[in-house]
């Protein structure tokens, strides 16, 4: 059974850090691996996706890596700012529209 | 049964006609979401409901596009005079509260293609 873990599940930065959020699976037979961003209240907002095939994908400040074999993305958001405060999502598309998701990453990004 | 339930599972239509899909979600989930997936992409969110707040709609793609909720049941969503470009899988999926930390359970899709 596929299982996505991220760590850490909380992270507290001051505004223009760089950081990166760290998202793992148990089964590298994924389709893809996607970030998303939920902000309170609200759904979710999709920021990157990565095909199986690539190894990583670029947004503006935002920087996703994909280490199939290994299990492993990392999300690397450039010069934070408090905007960026939300909880950041990590979800892996097993196929037959079964999508996992990570319990999620809450970040705050100090002023 | 005690998943989310879509329907129709799959739904064929002509250019310029209005579809209707619907979602049963989880009993006693009070989030709802809708997503919508093309071939060989990911997830792209439509629209988010929790519990009796206004929805979420930031994600609806055009103004053909609405849905609703009444109360923590049922959800429909209306493709209003479909193009080709309608055409992919609709997901629905609840979770038992809106926090991320919830995990978020999924329908089997109702795939619907335009011609």
């Known amino acids: 059974k596929q299982e996505v873990t991220q760590i850490p599940a909380a992270l507290s930065v001051p505004e223009g850090e760089n950081l990166v959020l760290n998202c793992s699976f148990t089964?590298?037979?994924?389709?893809?691996l996607q970030w998303f961003r939920q902000d309170p209240g609200k759904g979710l907002t999709s920021l990157l996706l990565?095909?199986?095939?690539?190894r990583e994908q670029t947004s503006g400040r935002l920087n996703a890596s994909l280490d199939k074999s290994s299990g492993r993305s990392t999300l690397y958001i450039a010069a934070s700012q408090p905007g960026d405060s939300a909880t950041y999502l990590c979800?892996?598309?097993?196929?037959?529209?079964?999508?996992?998701f990570g319990a999620g990453t809450r970040l705050f990004v100090k002023a | 049964g005690a998943g989310v339930s879509q329907s129709p599972s799959n739904k064929v239509t002509e250019k310029g006609k209005d579809v209707e899909l619907r979602c049963d979600p989880i009993?006693?989930?009070?989030?709802l979401y809708w997503y919508r997936q093309r071939l060989g992409q990911g997830l792209e969110f439509l629209i988010y409901?929790?519990?009796?707040?206004?929805?979420?709609k930031s994600g609806l793609p055009s103004d053909r596009f609405s849905a609703e909720r009444t109360g923590e049941s049922v959800s429909t969503l209306t493709i209003q005079r479909t193009q080709q470009e309608d055409s992919a899988v609709y997901l629905c999926a609840s979770s038992l509260t809106g926090e991320a930390n919830t995990e978020a359970f999924f329908g089997q899709g109702t795939r619907l293609t335009v011609v």
């Open positions: 990565i095909q199986s095939s690539q």
């Open positions: 089964d590298s037979a994924i389709y893809n």
């Open positions: 979800a892996v598309d097993t196929g037959g529209f079964k999508t996992i």
């Open positions: 409901f929790q519990g009796n707040s206004a929805p979420d």
């Open positions: 009993s006693g989930h009070t989030a």
